[in-house]
Nanobody, 112 residues
Framework: QVQLVESGGGLVQGGGSLRLSCAAS????????MGWFRQAPGKEREFVAA????????YYADSVKGRFTISRDNAKNTGHLQMNSLKPEDTAVYYC?????WGQGTQVTVSS
């Protein structure tokens, strides 16, 4: 079982950047792919990005491609989501997921 804790959210102006982190406990972090999802008020949770267990492959939603970068450090049991050129429509609670487990989420608010 993996327990996940996200951090790094906050309030940022449009065009700014944030770097989200996902800290995992448990020995199995490196065995699983990792994903980031987000949920805006009144909307369903949606896929943002994912990375393979080795970090060799990554995938992005079209809405964030070219602006967001997902990464992971298996030696440190952590994952990151670097978010650049943020837009107001990126405002949401961001969740990381590994092995079917979810973190509690971190709020990202982008002002116009």
């Amino acid at each position: 079982q993996v327990q996940l804790v996200e951090s790094g959210g906050g309030l940022v102006q449009g065009g700014g950047s944030l770097r989200l982190s996902c800290a995992a406990s448990g020995r199995t972090f490196s065995s699983y792919a990792m994903g980031w999802f987000r949920q805006a008020p009144g909307k369903e949770r949606e896929f943002v990005a994912a990375i393979s267990w080795s970090g060799g492959s990554s995938y992005y939603a079209d809405s964030v491609k070219g602006r967001f970068t997902i990464s992971r450090d298996n030696a440190k049991n952590t994952g990151h989501l670097q978010m650049n050129s943020l837009k107001p429509e990126d405002t949401a609670v961001y969740y990381c997921t590994v092995g079917g487990e979810w973190g509690q989420g971190t709020q990202v608010t982008v002002s116009s």
